[in-house]
C-alpha cells in the first residue's frame, strides 16, 4: 500500500482530481490510500473523489482542518497559492500512527510514470527527501531564515516522508510556533517553515521526480553540479509540477506540458479549466 498526503479546499479539488488521474492511470499495479488534508471542502466534492478513487481501487481518507487554523497564517494578496498550502504542516498529527512513511503529492502537479522506484526510496534516519531548488532559493532562503547556505533549499511540492521521525520531533507544534515567531522572515509559506525546521534531516532527491516549470527553460537556472541530473530527468520525467503563477489551466502557461494537462483532465471530466481561459488561450496562439 502507498500512503499519498495532499492537501486542498473547495478551489483545489478539480486539481486535486487530474493528479490523482495521472497518478493511478501510471501505477496501475500499485495500490493506494489517500490521505486528503483539507479545508472547507464540501460534502459534494468529497463524495466525487471518493466515487473517483473507487474507480480506481483505492482509499481516500479526509482530513478535516478548520480555517480558522490557518487564517491568520502569513500570505500575501499577489502569491499563486492559498492559505491551503500550510495545512501539509498537520499531517503527523492527523494520520494514523501506524502509518510511519508518505508521499506528499501537490495538487498542481502531473504523474507522468511509475512512482514505485519513489516510494521504496530509503529514507533511513532522515525526515524528508525532495528535490533541491534552483539559484537564487539555494542560498537566498537560507540566508533568510537564519541557517548554513551549504544545506541548500529544498521544493515541497513533492517530499517522502518519514512521519515517524515528524511524530517523534513534534514537528506540527514546532511548525506553528516557528510561524509566530518568525511571521515576517516567510516568504515561500510552508515550504519555507519546513526547510528551516529539517535543514540538517534532509536528503535530496533526483529532479526526475519534481520536475518544476524552471528546469524545462531552454537555458535553465541550475547549479552545474546538477547539469547530469537534469539531462536524466528532461529525458526520462515522471512528475511534472507546474511552480508559479502559470498554472496549465491558465491562458498563459507555456509549459510544454500543458496540452497533455489539459487533455487528460477532459479525458476524465475534471472542470479545471473555463471556457473564457480555453478562448483566451486559443486567441493568445493565434
Same mark, same amino acid.
Given at each position: 500500500?502507498?500512503?499519498?498526503?495532499?492537501?486542498?479546499?473547495?478551489?483545489?479539488?478539480?486539481?486535486?482530481?487530474? =493528479?490523482?488521474?495521472?497518478?493511478?492511470?501510471?501505477?496501475?499495479?500499485?495500490?493506494?490510500?489517500?490521505?486528503?488534508?483539507?479545508?472547507?471542502?464540501?460534502?459534494?466534492?468529497?463524495?466525487?473523489?471518493?466515487? #473517483?478513487?473507487?474507480?480506481?481501487? /483505492?482509499?481516500?481518507?479526509?482530513?478535516?482542518? @478548520?480555517?480558522?487554523?490557518?487564517?491568520?497564517?502569513?500570505?500575501?494578496?499577489?502569491?499563486?497559492?492559498?492559505?491551503? /498550502?500550510? $495545512?501539509?504542516?498537520? =499531517?503527523?498529527?492527523?494520520?494514523?500512527?501506524?502509518?510511519?512513511?508518505?508521499?506528499?503529492?501537490?495538487?498542481? &502537479? =502531473?504523474?507522468?510514470?511509475?512512482?514505485?522506484?519513489? !516510494?521504496?526510496?530509503?529514507?533511513?534516519? #532522515?525526515?524528508?527527501?525532495?528535490?533541491?531548488?534552483?539559484? %537564487?532559493?539555494?542560498?537566498?532562503? %537560507?540566508?533568510?531564515?537564519?541557517? @548554513?547556505?551549504?544545506?541548500?533549499? #529544498?521544493?515541497?511540492?513533492?517530499?517522502?516522508?518519514?512521519?515517524?521521525? !515528524?511524530?517523534?520531533?513534534?514537528?506540527?507544534?514546532?511548525?506553528?510556533?516557528?510561524?509566530?515567531?518568525?511571521?515576517?522572515?516567510?516568504?515561500?509559506?510552508?515550504?519555507?517553515?519546513?526547510?528551516?525546521? &529539517?535543514?540538517?534531516?534532509? =536528503?535530496?532527491? %533526483?529532479?526526475? !521526480?519534481?520536475?518544476?516549470?524552471?528546469?524545462?527553460?531552454?537555458? @535553465? $537556472?541550475?547549479? +552545474?553540479?546538477?547539469?547530469?541530473?537534469?539531462?536524466?530527468?528532461?529525458?526520462? +520525467?515522471?512528475?511534472?509540477? #507546474?511552480?508559479?503563477?502559470?498554472? +496549465? !489551466?491558465?491562458?498563459?502557461?507555456?509549459? @510544454?506540458?500543458?496540452?497533455?494537462?489539459?487533455?487528460? /483532465?477532459?479525458?476524465?471530466?475534471?472542470?479545471?479549466?473555463? +471556457?473564457?481561459?480555453?478562448?483566451?488561450?486559443?486567441?493568445?496562439?493565434?
Amino acid at each position: 500500500m502507498i500512503e499519498i498526503v495532499c492537501n486542498i479546499d473547495q478551489n483545489y479539488v478539480e486539481y486535486c482530481g487530474v =493528479m490523482l488521474t495521472g497518478l493511478f492511470i501510471h501505477n496501475a499495479q500499485e495500490r493506494f490510500r489517500i490521505h486528503a488534508i483539507n479545508s472547507n471542502v464540501t460534502s459534494v466534492q468529497k463524495k466525487r473523489l471518493s466515487a #473517483f478513487c473507487r474507480q480506481f481501487n /483505492a482509499e481516500i481518507c479526509f482530513y478535516d482542518v @478548520p480555517f480558522s487554523s490557518i487564517e491568520h497564517f502569513p500570505i500575501r494578496a499577489q502569491d499563486h497559492l492559498s492559505l491551503a /498550502a500550510y $495545512l501539509r504542516i498537520f =499531517m503527523s498529527e492527523l494520520l494514523p500512527d501506524t502509518v510511519d512513511k508518505v508521499l506528499y503529492l501537490d495538487c498542481d &502537479l =502531473m504523474v507522468i510514470d511509475s512512482i514505485k522506484e519513489l !516510494w521504496e526510496t530509503a529514507v533511513g534516519h #532522515f525526515a524528508v527527501a525532495a528535490v533541491e531548488e534552483r539559484p %537564487p532559493y539555494d542560498t537566498d532562503s %537560507p540566508a533568510r531564515l537564519g541557517y @548554513p547556505a551549504e544545506y541548500s533549499y #529544498f521544493n515541497s511540492g513533492v517530499m517522502l516522508i518519514n512521519l515517524k521521525y !515528524w511524530r517523534e520531533t513534534h514537528l506540527a507544534e514546532r511548525g506553528k510556533e516557528f510561524i509566530k515567531s518568525n511571521y515576517s522572515k516567510l516568504r515561500l509559506h510552508d515550504q519555507d517553515v519546513l526547510n528551516a525546521l &529539517l535543514y540538517r534531516q534532509r =536528503m535530496f532527491l %533526483p529532479i526526475r !521526480w519534481n520536475v518544476m516549470d524552471f528546469f524545462l527553460f531552454t537555458r @535553465p $537556472l541550475i547549479q +552545474p553540479r546538477r547539469l547530469a541530473d537534469l539531462h536524466e530527468a528532461i529525458d526520462r +520525467p515522471a512528475i511534472i509540477h #507546474f511552480t508559479g503563477k502559470r498554472k +496549465p !489551466w491558465l491562458h498563459n502557461c507555456d509549459s @510544454p506540458y500543458r496540452n497533455r494537462y489539459i487533455a487528460l /483532465a477532459r479525458k476524465y471530466r475534471w472542470k479545471v479549466i473555463t +471556457p473564457r481561459e480555453s478562448v483566451r488561450y486559443c486567441i493568445r496562439k493565434a
